[in-house]
């Protein structure tokens, strides 16, 4: 192996999963292959994983008349009020002016869609309990209580391992 070739093992999975690099001019795009004899768990986090590289960090938002960058990972919330869509951070609220979908979509993996009108991030979880109407009573980090919709419930309880 050359200083163009890398090779490592991953122990994933009571399993080695070998992981080989290759640095040529030739390659005119960067390109990952992932080859398996079946799609395990450890073959769908990867997947996830280089699906995020080319998420963004920020996300352009307003505050009265001024425009910030936040950092997506200090965003708790991201919520529809009054039609528009909010991102709620430790440090207030902020107009991000674009359908929740595609701010869904400019949003790293810690995001979930927990209703038609909320997204939060996972990471900014207190802890869960499950209401007698089979909802999830989601408790922020910062105290904020909030609720799952029954359309969401497998999706959530599949990101959260439920």
């Known amino acids: 192996m050359n200083e163009n070739q890398q090779q490592t093992n991953i122990w994933k999975e009571g399993m ?8 040529d001019e030739k390659f005119s795009e960067e390109k990952v292959i992932i080859e398996a004899p079946a799609l395990s768990d450890a073959i769908q986090q990867l997947m996830k ?4 590289l080319g998420k963004n960090k920020v996300i352009r938002a307003k505050k009265e008349e001024e425009i910030y960058l936040l950092d ?5 919330r991201v919520y529809i009020e009054n039609r528009q869509v909010w991102a709620e951070t430790a440090t207030g609220n902020y107009l991000l002016g674009l359908p929740l979908y595609q701010v869904l979509e400019l949003l790293p993996t810690d ?5 038609q009108s909320e997204i939060i991030n996972i990471k900014q979880i207190d802890h869960l309990k499950l209401t007698g109407s089979g909802l999830i009573q989601i408790a922020m980090k910062n105290g904020q209580i909030t609720y799952s919709s029954r359309r969401y419930l497998k999706a959530i309880k599949e990101k959260l391992q439920l």
């Open 72 to 76: 997506t990972a200090e965003i708790q």
């Open 111 to 115: 995001f979930l869609q927990i209703s």
């Open 49 to 52: 994983f280089a699906q995020q």
């Open 16 to 23: 080695f999963m070998k992981v080989q690099l290759y640095i």
